[in-house]
């Protein structure tokens, strides 16, 4: 006797599951963040494209690897962090942190990192998840932006005339040290003097 079982409805849920699979790959994948999965021993267990050229080493030379192992110079800050998350299961939000990365060496590059417990079985943490932003651009924009604001600055507290630098609402921003040596009002003093009701 023959028997013949229509498979079809478990084809169709495979290919569900496969589908579903495949565009939570292609999320992480395209993600413009890296994102990280660490087990309890520190060891990747998971990295999306964005953090391993962050990273640099290859995905074969994450996984099953500690973080010490791939980021040495970043290991000493990171490991109390994950410690902390395992402890108590808060996460840990907006750290800023700059240094080389084997990707490039010689290199400081800056980042925005949020890491966050992943609970298993009775509420323990089994995993830690990571997002990983890489915020060099912005970082050296401001860095330069700094540099630029101190020669200004260093301009025209150095020139004999009086400087006031207002707002676009007539707000003070700032004054040159010879309008505080000759009015004898600070920066401080003018963060609750009103300049202009003084004046007129």
Not at 94 to 115: C, D, F, Q, R
Not at 120 to 135: F, N
Request: charged letters at 20%; glycine letters at 6%.
């Amino acid at each position: 006797v023959l028997v013949f079982q229509d498979d079809t409805d478990a084809r169709m849920a495979q290919k569900k599951i496969q589908d579903s699979e495949n565009r939570l790959q292609s999320f992480l994948n395209n993600s413009p963040v890296g994102i990280g999965i660490w087990d309890r021993e520190f060891r990747y267990v998971y990295i999306n494209e964005i953090l391993q050229k962050i990273n640099g080493p290859s995905l074969k030379e994450h996984l099953g690897k500690t973080i010490e192992d791939v980021l040495p110079k970043a290991a000493p800050i990171i490991r109390p962090i994950f410690e902390k998350i395992l402890s108590t299961g808060e996460p840990a939000l907006n750290i800023e942190l700059s240094g080389e990365v084997p990707a490039t060496p010689g290199k400081t590059t800056h980042y925005l990192l949020s890491y966050f417990p992943i609970f298993g079985e009775l509420e323990t943490v089994a995993h830690i998840g990571g997002i990983i932003v890489d915020v060099t651009d912005n970082k050296n924009a401001q860095i330069r932006l700094n540099q630029q604001q101190n020669i200004f600055q260093a301009i025209i507290d150095n020139v004999p005339a009086l400087i006031t630098v207002y707002d676009p609402k007539a707000k003070v921003l700032h004054v040159n040290k010879s309008f505080e040596s000759t009015v004898g009002w600070t920066n401080e003093d003018l963060k609750t003097i009103d300049i202009m009701e003084v004046c007129y």
